[in-house]
């Protein structure tokens, strides 16, 4: 059953949630209280240049974004490896190693999601397909349409599933649960 998301009270403020990918990192930045979407966008390298030039790229606009906003938690989901595609996981890895450097440089507290985790959060569902969780997430935050693209979606997705996982995690510190 997917967890009831609402705009209690809770120690993390503001989230950075991020979608890692070395062709285009999805970003979101969400305001707990109330939950509202304060920025969201993609990181995009340029995939002419060699590997360690991307990864440059990725590191600059995520610095931009931890500069601009005052973020207490970024979440990033947990990096997964297919056998058929073990490529992939590792470039997927390069993009993961900056995105937890970019977070650490700016002091701010990091929290890995498994995909499944964050699909059953929001769906109760943890196989849920993009466009359900697309779905969700447009009824999570109120909005008018789903959000577009797929990168944006996976880090909103990401960040209220943070959200949820560290007021779970309060509720059992103060002996109670949800």
Request: include cysteine.
């Amino acid at each position: 059953m997917a967890h009831r998301i609402d705009a209690s009270d809770s120690s993390v403020r503001r989230i950075l949630g991020i979608d890692p990918g070395l062709d285009r990192t999805g970003y979101a930045v969400i305001d707990t209280r109330p939950l509202r979407v304060i920025d969201a966008g993609v990181v995009r390298s340029n995939a002419s240049v060699p590997l360690e030039r991307r990864l440059v790229e990725i590191d600059a606009g995520l610095a931009e974004i931890l500069g601009e906003h005052d973020v207490d938690l970024v979440a990033v989901e947990s990096l997964y490896a297919h056998y058929k595609h073990p490529r992939t996981a590792i470039m997927m890895g390069h993009a993961r190693g900056v995105i937890l450097l970019a977070a650490a440089r700016a002091g701010a507290r990091v929290l890995s999601l498994p995909a499944t985790k964050i699909k059953k959060t929001l769906t109760g569902n943890g196989h849920a397909s993009k466009r359900q969780m697309q779905q969700a997430i447009a009824h999570v935050l109120n909005l008018s349409e789903p959000p577009e693209p797929a990168d944006v979606a996976d880090a909103l997705a990401i960040a209220i599933c943070a959200d949820v996982a560290q007021r779970d995690e309060l509720a059992m510190a103060a002996g109670g649960d949800r």
